[in-house]
């Protein structure tokens, strides 16, 4: 049998006792109780899910790119694969009218699948109707919700700070807005969150295997599911990449350091033969079978590419390849999906042409730099109905003045303005302190957020951010934690950091039903929007 380690206390050269590597291995969140932590969870969750599922049909029209997401996913579900759509398709849609749209040639789209499916579950369950377009993103919206509670709950160890974890993230005007439109991004954040809790579940879970004495290699079924998690999350936007690189490096960095703490001889190269190779092998490989698994709808239909490639009459877009598989023969059995994967391997490249040069001669009235998003700098107007008489529509404007209705994608300027000085203590307290906690959320951040500099010459958008913003909640929730101190420690600062933390939640939530109105179509006096665009550039 494997001898177990002693949970002993070494003493500093102050004298105080502190945990050894065993005991620090135990995860804190284990003292709580974990029906209190559901409960509070599911709770929060139903919460959002009912803000964002109220009145989810308004406005009933397409929504900024709802008409390429929303039409896309009626034709995966009905066609296999994305088809061309004749002009006028959004009204006629609008009307009930869904026969004769579709074009029979496929179109050029220049996401992955997995976000369009989701939408198309929810328009195959409720109709192509925007209801029925915008039901997955209210879904998918909470469950992020309820994995932000359990998320911050395993970080800090504490049941109350995951439920202001996850009540912050359900407070959030972007998160909030997102939930309630066809668009991608909410997925994205949301498989972006899971991988990265999957990450942190295999840190103590790996901690707590070399605490009770496993030392060789390991399977490691946490780091397995933050593959899939992961690989739907690439399969949504390419954008996930650069999270499931960081957070590669950090499981790596993470094995190396749990080694160490545990005095294994050769720390370095157990981590890299032992822990770095299987690891490898569970998360980016197990993310890249997934992902091109959730092309099957496409490889499935690839040979309609190939066809309208071979017409001459099909363009892409100007700088796009001819795929040389469009002139090869019909292969069989295995030939034909190696012919399937080298044409989507071909069309990928097309997709990043378009991404990183055909972008670049662009201009969009709300585009906005990416120095700028956590300040919200430039939110994006999805839809606005000025010039609403007195009178009309339930308009008590005063006369001479309108009413309007408006959906902004606007982030709660409390989270972000908050969330952006506890960023700043979490990189002190990361390097500082070398306190792991704060290195997630530093890096979770930055990850999400700092490739998009690399790529401001062309128009991107202040809700990209949304991918962010778990991670700035999580900065949020330990600068919160600190401010509160230690639960089994009474004194007045606990007392006033109680104070201090509880009147910030509590400015969140009155920021949240300030805005309310204009994240969610409310008929409102002229009067009353210009009290709540504070800023010419949120115009």
């Not at 957070?247 to 005095?263: H, I």
Request: glycine residues 10%.
């Amino acid at each position: 049998m494997t001898a177990q380690p002693t949970v002993s206390l070494s003493r500093t050269a102050a004298g105080s006792e502190v945990p050894s590597a065993a005991e620090r291995a135990q995860p804190r969140w284990r003292d709580e109780d974990p029906v209190v932590g559901w409960t509070g969870a599911l709770l929060v969750a139903g919460m959002a899910f009912f803000l964002r599922w109220w009145r989810l049909g308004t406005p009933h029209q397409f929504s900024f790119d709802e008409t390429y997401y929303a039409k896309d996913a009626w034709s995966m579900l009905n066609h296999g694969y994305v088809r061309d759509y004749v002009e006028d398709a959004d009204k006629s849609i609008l009307n009930g009218q869904l026969e004769g749209l579709w074009e029979p040639g496929p179109s050029m789209v220049v996401h992955p699948d997995v976000g369009k499916w989701l939408i198309a579950l929810g328009e195959k369950a409720f109709g192509m109707d925007p209801f029925g377009w915008r039901i997955a993103a209210a879904v998918v919206g909470a469950l992020m919700v309820l994995v932000m509670c359990r998320f911050v709950r395993r970080v800090t160890g504490s049941t109350a700070l995951g439920l202001v974890g996850g009540l912050l993230l359900s407070l959030d005007g972007l998160h909030l807005v997102l939930s309630r439109l066809a668009l991608l991004d909410i997925f994205l954040a949301f498989f972006i969150l899971c991988g990265v809790h999957c990450v942190v579940a295999d840190r103590q879970w790996f901690r707590e295997r070399l605490a009770a004495g496993a030392t060789r290699r390991l399977f490691r079924p946490w780091l397995l599911a933050g593959g899939v998690a992961f690989g739907l999350a690439v399969g949504t936007k390419w954008t996930a990449l650069f999270p499931l690189a960081a957070f590669g490096l950090m499981a790596f960095a993470w094995s190396w350091g749990a080694r160490r703490s545990f005095g294994h001889p050769r720390a370095l190269l157990r981590a890299v033969v032992l822990d770095g190779v299987p690891a490898f092998l569970h998360l980016v490989g197990i993310a890249l079978v997934v992902y091109v698994a959730t092309w099957s709808g496409w490889l499935a239909h690839a040979a309609e590419y190939e066809e309208a490639l071979s017409n001459t009459q099909y363009t892409t877009y100007e700088g796009g390849t001819q795929w040389p598989t469009a002139t090869e023969a019909d292969a069989e059995g295995a030939g034909e999906v190696v012919q399937s994967l080298r044409s989507l391997w071909y069309y990928h490249q097309d997709v990043y042409t378009f991404h990183a040069h055909f972008l670049n001669d662009s201009e969009h009235v709300y585009a906005s730099k990416p120095a700028g998003w956590l300040l919200m700098s430039r939110p994006v107007g999805v839809d606005a109905q000025l010039d609403i008489q007195p009178g009309s529509q339930g308009c008590d404007a005063p006369e001479g003045s309108t009413c309007l209705r408006q959906v902004l994608l606007l982030g709660n300027p409390l989270i972000w303005w908050g969330g952006a000085l506890a960023l700043l203590f979490a990189v002190v307290r990361w390097v500082g302190a070398r306190d792991w906690r704060f290195g997630v959320a530093v890096v979770g951040t930055g990850s999400t957020w700092l490739p998009w500099l690399m790529y401001d010459d062309r128009p991107i958008f202040i809700f990209y951010a949304v991918a962010c913003l778990p991670f700035v909640v999580l900065a949020l929730a330990l600068a919160l934690g600190s401010i509160v101190g230690r639960s089994d420690v009474p004194s007045p600062r606990r007392t006033a950091g109680v104070v201090v933390a509880g009147s910030y939640v509590v400015l969140v939530l009155l920021a949240f039903a300030w805005f309310w109105p204009i994240w969610t179509d409310q008929l409102i006096t002229n009067s009353e929007w210009l009290d709540r665009v504070w800023f010419t550039r949120w115009i």
